[in-house]
Structures are given as C-alpha cells and as structure tokens.
C-alpha cells in the first residue's frame, strides 16, 4: 500500500512538479503570478501548517542507518506495526485537520503541497507493513491485516470525505486560472479534486457515510480473498516415485527434491505456485500427473472448502456495483478507468477484440499441430507438452537446450548491464549485514549513476518462494524520490518465487522466467530513474505503468546480453547463433496459447464489471462469458476468476487487466524503434526513453509524452506483427 492510497481512499492522488505561486506572494499583497515559489519555500509553508508531533511507536520513527536511512526489519514484529499503524493514523488526523482547519486563504503550498506531506511516519510503517504481508505472511500478519485493513480503509475515507478539505481543494483548483497556476500546477490542482470527487467528497453526509460502509466491507473481502489464494497455493502435489519425473529437466527434478525436504514429505513435491507447475506441465511425460498437477492448479480458490473465494468475488462486485451507483457511473469500469488511458471501457474492448480473434485462430492451427503428433483430442493439461513437441518438430528447438543458459545470478547480472549500457545505472553487491532485510535470502545492491558516481539508491531482490509469501512477481518500492521531501535514495525491491536449487546446484529458469525477471526490474528501473517534485507524482495510470516494464523483457535476447552473460552453465560459451535463430525463427510459435490465456482474463474481468446486474454465481458467470468469447476448450484462463488476485485483492487492477496489452502496443512500438535505428543500445534513444518516459511521472499526459518520444501515436500493428497475427 502507498500513502496516496490512504489518503484517498483507494484511489491514487496524482501529482505535478511545478514551482508553485501562491502562499508568501498572495499574503505580501502580491498577484500570484508574480512570483514563483521554490521548492524549498514551498515545503517551508507547507510544514508549517502541519503540527509538529514526535511518533512513539517505533516503527513509526524516521529510518537510520546507511543510504540516508532504511527499513529497520531487524525490528519489525506484528504487536509492533499495529502500535504504528494505530498511531500513524492519529498523527494523519492531526495533519488533516490542520490543513482543512488552517485560518489562512487556501493557497497550492497551503493545501496542495501540504497534502503531499500528510501522514509521513504511517507512510513509513505501510511500506513495512505491505512487505510483511505479502512477502512473509502467516498467521500473526494474516490476523493483523484482518485487523487493521478496515480501519485503514475507514481513515482513507475520513480523509476524502472531509468536507472543509475538500473545499480548500476544490477553492485551488477552481481558481488555478486566477492565481496564475501554470500548466503543471494547475494539473495537479484539478486532478486532486477531480481524485477527491470520484471518491465520493461530493457526496451528501447519508450517501458519504454509504460509501464508506461499502469501502470498509470490500476492504475485509480483499483481505480474505487474497490470504484465501495464498492459503492454497501453499500446497503440492507429492510424485512418490521417480518415474513420474520422467522427461522433466534436472533441473526441475532437483528443485522439486529440494521443495519436498523443506516441507518434510517423502519423494517431490510440485509446488502449486506457476513457477514450479508450468515446467512439470511442460515437460512431464505422465499425462495423468500433468492432469493431477493442473487441476490442483486451476482449481485455487474454487474447491468448495474454506478457501474457496467464490461467495467472496460475488460480495466485491456487488459491492463495487452498489459504489459505482452511488458516484453516478453505470458499471464499476466506468468508474476506474475515469484516469487511464483508455479513458472507457469500449476503447480497452476495441483493442482487445482486434487481438482476439486472430489469437483464437492461431489457437485452432495450434491445436491441429499437437494433436497430429498427439494422436487424441488435446486437453488443458496437454497443451504445453505437446507444444514443446510441436517447436521441435517444427524449429528444432527444445526448452531444455535454452535453460542451461539461463542461471539466476547471471540473469540478474544480465538485467544490470543492461541498466548500465541503457540509463547509466551500476549496481554493486553489497555485503550482507550491512543493510537489514526482512528474510536472509534477501541481497541488497548499492544502485549509483555511472557518469557521476552519484547515489540513486538501494535495490533488494527477494527471488525464492516460501510458505505465506503470495505467488507471482512483483516490484515494491519502500522509499521513492521527492524534492520536496529531501531527495532521499531510492529504495526499491523486485520478488520473485523461484524454487531453490540443491545445494551446490545452479538455479536454471526458463527463458520465459528470464523475461519476467527484466520485466519486473524494468518496473524499478522506472523508479530509480524517477527525478519529480512530489511524492505522488510518480504515478501513472494502470495501462501506463506496464510499458516501461514490458519493453524492458526484449533485451533478454539481444546479443550483447547472450555474449556477456547468458552463458552455458557447464562449457561457459555463449548462446550461439544458430540456437537464437531458431528462438527468433519460432518467436511468434504459440503466440495463440499466449494471447488467449491472457486475454480471455482481460475481457472476462471487463465483461464482469460492465454487467448490470452483478452476477451471484460465479462459477456460472464464468463459463457464460467464455462461451460469449467461444473460448477454445483447450484453454483455460491464466487466472481464473477464483484465483484472480489483479481483480479482488484490491481495486488496483479491477476492470484493468486489459492495460498489459494497451502498455504492449507502446512495448512493441518502441522496441521497433530502438531496432529501426540499428543498435538496440541506441544511447540516443535509451536517454530520450529515460528523460521523456521514465523520469518524469505524470507531469503530462502519458499520451501527449509518448507522442513526444516516438514522434507518433503508437502503432498497433507493431504489436499484431511481434505476436505473429496478420497486421491488416
């Protein structure tokens, strides 16, 4: 969770750099044009509206140590982050009351800048705390984010909901013209209004007090979703003997060894997270294990036990419906996609619907491939497998050739050369111990600018999987850059759920584990090179904030990359050319499995939250909006609704999932462009990428910035022509 979170209510507050005129100017009986404040002033004025209050709680104390201060895990204990949290609330209170209550005209540094800095000490025990959750989990952070999770959401609602605030807020934003704002300042004025009223400050007291019954009760149901999912994912399914392994890499036969020694079962065990499945699905001659394995899978979350999530996604969508109601939009769509991109959901459908009938198409080629060699009808369990039969046939590429080059730390070293050669960024290991982590298989990187071996920050990779910790990968950062708040190191983490070797045993993953692993760090990358004015300016929308990372996945294969690091793992040489030939040569190769386990998940959540009527049986609803689709029955969802942790942990991907594939089409246009030039490190358009994309948050219009980079809108052929589908 981030601050801008809180404070409205689930919705992210965005905003602007700017220098603003307000403030001193106005109160010396100058006009507000004529002078412009800095940012030092501006913070000045701002935190002298805000009381000065000296946190108790420990976990509520400003960071020490190294790199201007880090995370004291050493410390962290669940009776411990209640006593901040509990407290860092009542110090918000006191710093929203005194903005709201402040005698003085409301001004941008009065009001606008001093809501950037509203509740720093809980926002430093949030940012423990989500880390706690979700990467460490059990049952004492289990019960204590059951706790606290509806008091968060009620005090983000207090906030949004404060009329004199809200009034302070709107006075700045109405008049932004009058007192001379210019273009940034005057943004971020009417977005934070704009936040504040789609979240219900406009509504009267019955219907504000509506509202937040409604944010409470989903705020319980996320957290029993999500603690529902990790409950069971943390299972397996046991291979008593050896022959059940047959045709699995030993690489995966090792791992799945080591994952049954830690859990204290006999034989392997298959983890039911995708990253121990997939390769056991993949590869895995027993079909009726492959089948065992796969219904473990996809059955999360719906099992008619304690865990199943069903009845819980029936009460958020009517939860959300009822909300959306209320805020005047017909459908929940409607009501998040308000500050995307897309700005509706037909614009998301227009895109999707382009994509899916040549993905389904491709499907049934697919399928008519696989079961020449299968000689039977093709089931879901099936498909991977003889897919794998299919690219070696076909390309005469097997997966298990690519994986000796992929070892996990030359991965990672991989990922930072190409930080290096593209942003200037060098990452150095540090010693353990000289910073504190929260698991001792965490590593901590000093992250400094190469040119002027200037500071940027501290990266932690936490890259294995173990009970309580949620599945999939992700980035979080802990501290992000501010001007206004001191400019501070960044602090940002990537986690990943690799299963472990053995001892003494490289970690080999798969290629597709390498493009997610640049992937998630192309997310940090974003914010390291983040250089903004305000702590929520670094922002973005939802079908934004994965086109930076998407792109990021294209380097894996370049060659500079293959040359330097991604090295056999027994003869040390590097990938050769022929074998990457046939990875290109086979690039767009189940592109239509790809795209249809992944699109049919964007267009069943956007079919879900645009009904009408929000549906009670989910399971039913489920398979009527594949059926609409004609979903090949070979198929399933890469996330079924039951296990959708995008959709029903949070609002945060809600009637969104769709932004993996509008980030895409910018993805695929840009990596166009970086090979149009000739040199996929082009240091010309790296910096521009850099300066335009990265650094900037949302100072502008996304679009607007990235019509700026590409000198064009993005080309949507670029993505239909990198997935293989005709691109007329």
Avoid: C
Wanted: proline share 5%; charged share 25%.
């Amino acid at each position: 969770m981030h601050r801008r979170h809180l404070l409205i209510g689930g919705a992210s507050l965005v905003a602007l750099s700017g220098y603003a005129a307000s403030g001193a100017a106005m109160e010396s009986g100058m006009t507000a044009s004529a002078v412009a404040l800095s940012t030092a002033d501006e913070a000045r004025i701002a935190r002298a509206v805000l009381p000065a209050a000296t946190p108790r709680a420990e976990l509520l104390q400003p960071w020490t140590g190294p790199y201007e201060g880090v995370p004291p895990w050493d410390k962290v204990t669940a009776p411990k982050m209640r006593q901040a949290v509990m407290e860092g609330i009542e110090l918000q209170r006191a710093d929203i009351a005194a903005i709201a209550n402040n005698a003085e005209a409301p001004t941008f540094a009065n009001t606008l800048v001093a809501m950037e800095l509203v509740g720093e000490p809980l926002d430093r025990a949030i940012n423990i705390f989500s880390v706690m959750t979700s990467n460490i989990g059990g049952d004492d952070w289990d019960a204590l984010e059951t706790e606290l999770s509806p008091i968060l959401s009620a005090a983000g609602d207090e906030i949004t909901f404060n009329e004199k605030l809200f009034q302070r807020i709107k006075a700045v934003a109405d008049g932004a013209d009058a007192a001379g704002l210019n273009a940034q300042q005057k943004r971020l004025a009417e977005r934070s209004r704009d936040s504040f009223i789609r979240n219900g400050a406009a509504l009267n007291a019955a219907g504000k007090a509506e509202l937040g019954r409604i944010n409470t009760e989903l705020s319980n149901a996320f957290t029993g979703f999500g603690q529902k999912v990790v409950a069971d994912e943390n299972t397996w399914t046991v291979i008593a003997n050896e022959a059940g392994l047959k045709g699995l890499p030993e690489s995966n036969k090792a791992a799945a060894a080591a994952a049954a020694r830690t859990r204290n079962v006999q034989g392997w065990a298959i983890v039911n997270t995708r990253s121990s499945v997939d390769p056991f699905l993949t590869f895995a001659d027993d079909r009726a294990l492959r089948e065992q394995v796969w219904k473990k899978f996809v059955k999360r979350g719906d099992n008619g036990d304690a865990n199943d999530t069903k009845s819980t996604i029936a009460r958020i969508v009517a939860l959300r419906q009822q909300r959306a109601r209320l805020l005047g939009f017909a459908n929940h769509a409607e009501w998040r996609m308000q500050d995307t991109m897309a700005k509706t959901p037909a614009a998301a459908m227009d895109l999707m619907q382009r994509v899916w009938a040549p993905a389904k198409a491709r499907v049934a080629e697919e399928v008519a491939d696989m079961k020449a060699i299968a000689g039977f009808d093709i089931e879901p369990w099936d498909y991977l497998y003889f897919a794998e039969k299919v690219r070696k046939a076909k390309y005469d590429l097997d997966q298990n050739e690519l994986k000796p080059y992929f070892e996990l730390h030359a991965v990672r070293a991989a990922s930072f050369y190409m930080a290096e050669r593209l942003y200037g960024f060098v990452f150095k290991p540090l010693p353990k111990g000289t910073v504190s982590t929260f698991e001792p298989d965490v590593t901590t990187y000093e992250v400094t600018d190469k040119a002027t071996g200037k500071l940027i920050g501290l990266y932690y990779a936490d890259d294995f999987a173990r009970p309580g910790k949620r599945s999939g990968a992700w980035m979080t950062t802990y501290r992000s850059f501010s001007t206004l708040t001191g400019s501070k190191p960044i602090l940002a983490s990537n986690n990943n759920n690799f299963v472990k070797a053995a001892d003494g045993q490289p970690l080999l993953i798969s290629l597709d584990d390498a493009e997610t692993l640049f992937h998630e760090f192309g997310h940090a990358l974003h914010y390291f090179s983040s250089v903004v004015t305000y702590p929520s300016f670094g922002n973005t929308p939802r079908d934004f904030v994965e086109y930076p990372s998407q792109v990021h996945e294209h380097w894996v294969l370049s060659r500079p990359i293959l040359d330097g690091y991604m090295k056999h793992v027994e003869t040390k040489q590097p990938m050769p050319q022929a074998l990457v030939d046939k990875i290109e040569a086979s690039s767009t190769f189940n592109q239509g499995y790809a795209t249809v386990s992944y699109l049919s998940s964007a267009l069943v959540d956007m079919d879900l939250h645009t009904q009408a009527t929000p549906p009670t049986d989910i399971a039913a609803f489920e398979k009527a909006s594949l059926d609409r689709l004609g979903m090949p029955k070979e198929i399933v969802m890469r996330h079924r609704l039951p296990q959708f942790n995008h959709l029903f942990t949070s609002d945060a991907y809600s009637a969104g999932y769709y932004s993996y594939l509008w980030s895409e089409v910018m993805d695929a246009d840009t990596w166009a462009y970086f090979e149009e030039s000739g040199d996929v490190f082009n240091p010309d358009i790296g910096g521009r990428f850099k300066s335009i994309i990265l650094a900037p948050g949302n100072t502008t219009d996304r679009g607007d910035a990235y019509r700026q980079f590409r000198g064009r809108n993005p080309d949507v052929k670029a993505l239909l022509k990198v997935r293989g589908f005709p691109t007329s």
